[in-house]
């Protein structure tokens, strides 16, 4: 019975080996080289990717600089409300000196009350002629 079997595995290697010897078959340097088009292509290919590259260095340039001058424009907003408060905060402060001045304690009590709660988000100077008032009217 393995006699058959055999017999038939040889004939067909012989006859595939017969039928693949009839073709003809590329050299595998041929067929390893890549075609002109092929290389066409992959230079294509190359030089898109370095484009894009390029787009999106260019874009994140762009993004930068423009992050970089709305930080800027922020803080420069930033720096005038700051300026402002604390203009705001001395004209507070000369009402109290002179609400107490004029013995008008009640109006000067109003807007100490104003000016502590706006304290922490003044500059140092202005915290500490607060804490000063404060302190007169703690003794009082």
Known sequence: MTRPI???????STTMGLAACGRD?????EAAAPSA????MLDQAV??????????????????????????????????????????AKEMIDQVK???AEDQEEMARELMDRLSAL????SAALRAEI??????????
């Open 47 to 88: 030089e898109a990717a370095k484009d894009a590259s390029d787009r999106v260095g260019e874009a994140a340039t762009e993004a930068a600089d423009a992050a970089s001058e709305a930080a800027a424009a922020a803080s420069e907003q930033a720096d005038e409300v700051r300026d402002r408060a604390d203009r705001e």
């Open 98 to 100: 002179g609400f107490l």
């Open 37 to 40: 088009e092929g290389s066409r």
């Open 119 to 122: 304290k922490d988000s003044l």
């Open 131 to 140: 804490e000063r008032l404060e302190a007169m009217f703690s003794d009082a």
């Open 25 to 29: 078959q590329a050299p595998v340097e």
């Open 6 to 12: 055999l017999s038939a595995v040889i004939l067909l």
